[in-house]
C-alpha cells in the first residue's frame, strides 16, 4: 500500500509463506509480508502467518486493523515504524519469532487484542504514546511489555486457545478472555474472523474471534425500475 491507498480496503486475504524481504523503501530493506506506506487503508480478516520477516508492518500509517491473525512469522507479529496513529482492535498475535507488536516510533491506539506466546516481547516500545486497552498480553518468552508498565486495563491470563499446536486460535468455552473486551469503539458492521456477529455475549469477546456467535446477516434493500418506467419502485425487496 503506497502513500495514494487512502482509505482503501483489503478484507478477507491469507497470505502463508511469503518471502523475506520485498524491497528497499523508505531508506531499508523491507522485510514484511505487507507493507502499508504512509497511507490509511482498513485491514481486516486477515490472516498472516510463516512470513519471512514481519507479518505487517506500518510506515507512518494511521490504519485500521481489526480481526485478523498473525502467527508463526519469522519476526514480529505488527511493527509499526515512523510515526502514525494506527488503530489495532480485536486482533490475535501469536507464536511469531520476534515481538507480538512492536511500536518504534509510533503511538498506537491497541484494543481487545490477544498477543500471547512471541518469543521476544508481547508489546515492545521504543517510543510513542500508545493506548492500550482491554488486551490480554500473557506468556511471551522475553516479558508481557517492554520499554513500558502494564496498562491498568490490559491483563495477563491464558487465552486458551482451542487447539493452538494446530493453528487453531479460537476461545475454549471457559476463556477468561470471553466478554471482557471494550465494545465502545465497535462498528455495528464489525465481525469477527469467521464472519460471525460481534458481542454474541454481555459484550464483546478478546481477540480475532467471537465465542459462540452467528453468522452475520446483511440485509439489501433494493429498487427495481421496469424499463418502461419513468421512476423505481418497490420496498423492503431481498
Known amino acids: 500500500f503506497g502513500p495514494r491507498a487512502g482509505n482503501s480496503i483489503l478484507a478477507q486475504v491469507r ?6 524481504n520485498i524491497g528497499y523503501l523508505n531508506w ?8 502499508v506506506n504512509q497511507s490509511s487503508p482498513q485491514l481486516h480478516d486477515l490472516i498472516i502467518s510463516h512470513s519471512g520477516g514481519h507479518g505487517l508492518e506500518l510506515f507512518a500509517s494511521g490504519a485500521l486493523v481489526q480481526s485478523s491473525l498473525f502467527y508463526s512469522n519469522a519476526s514480529s507479529g505488527i511493527i509499526l515504524t515512523e510515526g502514525g496513529a494506527p488503530q489495532l482492535i480485536n486482533n490475535t498475535l501469536v507464536l511469531n519469532e520476534g515481538n507480538g507488536l512492536y511500536s ?5 491506539k491497541a ?20 493506548v492500550l486497552n482491554n488486551n490480554c498480553i500473557y506468556g511471551n518468552t522475553q516479558s508481557n511489555y517492554f520499554n513500558l508498565a502494564q496498562p491498568a486495563a490490559d491483563y495477563s491470563v491464558n487465552p486458551q486457545f482451542v487447539d493452538p499446536a494446530n493453528f487453531n486460535f479460537r476461545l475454549q468455552a471457559g476463556s ?9 469503539g465497535l462498528l455495528p458492521t464489525w465481525t469477527d474472523l469467521d464472519g460471525q456477529l460481534r458481542a454474541s455475549g454481555l459484550t464483546v469477546d478478546v481477540g480475532a474471534y467471537e465465542f459462540g456467535s452467528q453468522a452475520a446477516r446483511h440485509d439489501l434493500d433494493l429498487a427495481i425500475r421496469n424499463s418502461s418506467e419513468g421512476s423505481y419502485t418497490g420496498d423492503g425487496i431481498y
Open 15 to 20: 497470505l502463508s509463506y511469503t518471502g523475506s
Open 28 to 35: 531499508s530493506d523491507r522485510f514484511t509480508a505487507i507493507y
Open 104 to 108: 518504534q516510533k509510533s503511538s498506537p
Open 111 to 130: 484494543v481487545n487484542n490477544i498477543v500471547a506466546f512471541n518469543r521476544n516481547a508481547g508489546f515492545r516500545l521504543d517510543t510513542g504514546t500508545p
Open 176 to 184: 477468561e478472555c470471553l466478554n471482557r473486551g471494550d465494545a465502545a
